[in-house]
């Protein structure tokens, strides 16, 4: 079958030849993509909210079909944990939202990302994830939560990213955030001539005590 592909910047347009998908299915299809130019049987000249439009006579019937070129990715905005949070929850819950004004979002597609996962001492973690992501839908889009799970105990630092996409597969990825996740208790020292301090007292330039007056 043959149809014709036409756009808002090149009205001529070409035929395409589609094909069936299978023995008398009557089910045709073909690919063509957009461009700055057009490229015949290939690819149809079309800007940012250009109209493509795709002609078929059907035995003397015309039938069309029209889509709009989208080309602005979604917008992806993180809203649980702040960047370099510092806490002692290893299973912090992390919250996002992914809008697109245009196609509108492709709900399966945003999701949380690890970009790395270290200790105290700078190695690498294996293991961290996040799970039990559930997602709602709100205005222009949806809200996805999800928690951290495999944070060992320690001092540990987790840096992590959203990515999302709209339905005509324009992706977003949000800039990586951090969350340093500390279960290790602050140590006390000991002050000169092995005495601590007590409520009531301070220490000198020396680290000596000063007793009340």
Known sequence: ATVKVSSTQDVTGFDLTLTETGASTGEFTGNFATAAATDAGVAIEAITGALITVTYDDDGTSRVANSTVETTAPTVSLLAPSDSTATRTQSTRLIAEVTDADSGVDNATANFQIVSAVDALGAAIAGV???????????????????????????????????????????????????????????LGTLAGGVSAITGQSLDADNLIVADS
């Open 129 to 187: 994830e996040t799970v039990a992501r559930t997602e709602t839908a709100v205005a222009g889009g949806v809200r996805i939560e999800a928690q951290f799970n495999g944070i060992p105990q320690g001092e540990n630092t987790i840096t992590w990213n959203v990515t999302g996409a709209d339905k005509a597969g324009n992706v977003t990825t949000s800039d990586n955030q951090s969350i340093r996740v500390d279960t290790v208790a602050p140590g």
